[in-house]
């Protein structure tokens, strides 16, 4: 057998071998993709730097809160709050509650506006405010009295720190002021992001 076919067959491979290589080149109008090597490094690859555009449904921002607040803005013992996450900075929300005094009904109830002026998807410190409505009433204990109610308005301001992860965890301290003058308190949240 002579070297020419031999030299043909060669000379044939490393042409299409050449012009794979030249098609796999970038060209001006291409954009070049980055490929992982295929080492024991590549398992390194923090992939979660990376970014793939909108998130996926599973890893979405939980923008629903339900929650049980102790003591707080509820203006009793406990309270039952829900918050919706309007943007990554801004939330609304509203905490309510009712309490028996000794045979008095006090019905509470504090819509706020959050600030997240610090902080990332699951730790964060928030800043609400917003009024607290209350409405108490005293009922008749006999037929010939209507028993009596009254309303009364106040402002909230409340500042402290989040934990967002399926559950939902806050303690913060706040300020109330009303026709009673200025009172400090503090209060705790805990329920779950949806």
Avoid: C, K
């Avoid at 607290?132 to 500042?159: K, M, Y």
């Amino acid at each position: 057998m002579s070297q020419y076919p031999r030299a043909a067959i060669v000379l044939a491979t490393v042409g299409a071998l050449a012009a794979t290589d030249a098609r796999a080149q970038p060209t001006p109008m291409s954009v070049p993709t980055a490929v992982a090597p295929l080492n024991s490094a590549a398992a390194d690859v923090d992939l979660g730097s990376v970014d793939t555009g909108p998130p996926a449904s599973p890893t979405r921002r939980a923008r629903h809160a339900i929650y049980v607040e102790a003591l707080g803005r509820a203006g009793g013992v406990a309270g039952l709050g829900y918050g919706y996450q309007i943007s990554r900075r801004v939330g609304v929300g509203a905490v309510g509650s009712i309490n028996l005094l000794d045979g008095q009904r006090l019905y509470s109830l504090s819509p706020f506006v959050t600030l997240y002026p610090v902080g990332g998807a699951r730790h964060r410190w928030f800043v609400e405010a917003g009024p607290h409505l209350a409405r108490l009433v005293t009922p008749s204990p006999v037929p010939e009295w209507s028993g009596t109610s009254s309303n009364g308005v106040g402002g909230q301001l409340t500042t402290g720190y989040e934990y967002r992860r399926h559950v939902l965890t806050r303690v913060f301290a706040m300020v109330e002021v009303g026709r009673g003058g200025v009172a400090p308190w503090f209060g705790v949240d805990l329920g779950w992001s949806l």
